[in-house]
């Protein structure tokens, strides 16, 4: 089945650095990745839909200068918190949708997830 | 305002009985649905999903049954086994559009 890793699994930092997530699709290629986040006991939230070789869409609420995405490829995407506070602690998830799925439904694969925690 | 609700936090079920987990939309648009498991710390799986022009789909224990009038549906897990212990998602869309997750009800499958 189709695979999408991340990583780092786990990121401590302190307020005021930046964090890079990678988001990578292993055996299918993505034109389409999505990031979510997801605080505890709460569902997850889209944050950003992104698209190879172009800007990302954000979602209401999500500030794009804090959180930059980048899709270089059609197998990478990665997500960078700027100047990160305490406030943006959470589990990160991507997903990938396959480019080769034909009008699949459940083309969209999730990956394990990137907890932040910033001190 | 919350497009799809599992009312239920969490569920309770002793092994090899029937686990029902919940869900409601409020959007009558919505055409395709899915849930999804998920295990702490690990990002979510795709379970079994439905189109809006079914109302009910099988995949070995597990079936999901659409009610469009009550907008209303569930997935019945039998029997249920300790390894179904996880937080299961709801997530709907409409069209070409982006899922909308439920906020997911944990079940704990007691051996």
């Known amino acids: 089945g189709a695979v999408v890793s991340q990583h780092p699994s786990r990121v401590i930092c302190k307020s005021g650095t930046s964090v890079k997530i990678e988001c990578r699709s292993l055996d299918f290629q993505a034109t389409t990745m999505f990031w979510y986040r997801q605080f505890p006991k709460q569902s997850l939230m889209l944050m950003a839909t992104?698209?190879?070789?172009?800007?990302?869409?954000?979602e209401q609420g999500v500030e794009k200068d804090k959180f930059l995405i980048n899709h270089a490829s059609l197998t990478l995407s990665t997500l960078t918190v700027t100047s990160a506070h305490p406030e943006d602690s959470s589990f990160y998830i991507c997903?990938?949708?396959?480019?080769?799925?034909?009008?699949?439904?459940?083309?969209?694969?999730f990956g394990p997830g990137t907890r932040l925690t910033v001190l | 305002d919350q497009q799809v609700k599992q009312n239920s936090p969490s569920l309770s079920v002793q092994e090899g009985r029937i686990s029902i987990l919940n869900c409601d939309y409020t959007n009558s648009m919505f055409d395709y649905f899915l849930w999804y498991k998920k295990y702490p710390a690990e990002g979510p799986t795709f379970l079994i999903s439905i189109s809006s022009i079914k109302d009910k789909n099988e995949d070995g224990r597990f079936t999901v049954f659409l009610n469009k009038s009550a907008k209303h549906l569930s997935l019945h897990i039998v029997p249920s086994q300790p390894g179904d212990s996880a937080v299961y998602f709801c997530a709907a869309r409409r069209g070409g559009q982006n899922f909308v997750f439920g906020p997911g009800t944990r079940l704990s499958v007691l051996p």
């Open positions: 997903s990938a949708r396959d480019r080769g799925a034909l009008s699949s439904y459940n083309e969209q694969f």
């Open positions: 992104s698209n190879e070789g172009s800007k990302a869409t954000y």
